[in-house]
T-cell receptor
Framework: GAGVSQSPSNKVTEKGKDVELRCDPI?????LYWYRQSLGQGLEFLIY????????KSGLPSDRFSAERTGGSVSTLTIQRTQQEDSAVYLC????????????FGPGTRLTVT | AQSVTQPDIHITVSEGASLELRCNYS??????LFWYVQSPGQGLQLLLK??????LVQGIKGFEAEFKRSQSSFNLRKPSVHWSDAAEYFC????????????FGTGTRLQVFP
């Protein structure tokens, strides 16, 4: 079956521009997570969705970062006024009801801010 | 706060040799523990997980890990490494709250020589 997909796979943007990163979770997965993987760092939690609600946004690094999820499916992570320190791989994961912690990860979007 | 430490940034082994990757965690209660593998250009794949019960858990690709509460450790092992095991390995702890988010270590990069 189809796994978690993310688009674009690579994004190069100029400092100060806004970017949108998309995540399509596995069908039927109600939980969705965004993580960030910076060079030399581990994975850093950004935000968690249960359905369309985001009960945990504690990992968003600044108010330039926002995310939404519609129809309990697709999620978009938006970064406004990008900075060079935003350069990273952004990973999305999803999990199904009753299978807590069985998170399935997408291939990620590599964001480069020049 | 919960945290995960992977003390080895980079490990090199010969093909056929045994492998042990170290992971220590800090968590107030019984943790949910995971090992993920990330091959170049790939998303994260779950190798194995520990929730409760038998402290020695078996995973995919011939990997196993042992939970040692007294040492706050969850080391990953493989008796004989294959060249295809070259990748980055991440240990993670799951927060037992309503978010189920994962806290990751910084990873260990495994290099395998023929």
């Amino acid at each position: 079956g189809a796994g978690v997909s993310q688009s674009p796979s690579n994004k190069v943007t100029e400092k100060g521009k806004d970017v949108e990163l998309r995540c399509d979770p596995i069908s039927g997965h109600t939980a969705l997570y965004w993580y960030r993987q910076s060079l030399g760092q581990g994975l850093e939690f950004l935000i968690y969705f249960q359905g369309n609600s985001a009960p945990d946004k504690s990992g968003l690094p600044s108010d330039r970062f926002s995310a939404e999820r519609t129809g309990g499916s697709v999620s978009t992570l938006t970064i406004q006024r990008t900075q060079q320190e935003d350069s990273a791989v952004y990973l999305c994961a999803s999990s199904s009801p009753g299978q807590a912690y069985e998170q399935y990860f997408g291939p990620g979007t590599r964001l480069t801010v020049t | 706060a919960q945290s995960v430490t992977q003390p080895d940034i980079h490990i090199t082994v010969s093909e056929g040799a045994s492998l042990e990757l170290r992971c220590n965690y800090s968590y107030g209660a019984t943790p949910y523990l995971f090992w993920y593998v990330q091959s170049p250009g790939q998303g994260l794949q779950l190798l194995l997980k520990y929730f409760s019960g038998d402290t020695l858990v078996q995973g995919i690709k011939g990997f196993e890990a042992e939970f040692k509460r007294s040492q706050s450790s969850f080391n990953l092992r493989k008796p004989s490494v294959h060249w295809s095991d070259a990748a980055e390995y991440f240990c993670a702890v799951g927060e037992v709250h309503n978010t189920d988010k994962l806290i990751f270590g910084t990873g260990t990069r495994l290099q395998v020589f023929p």
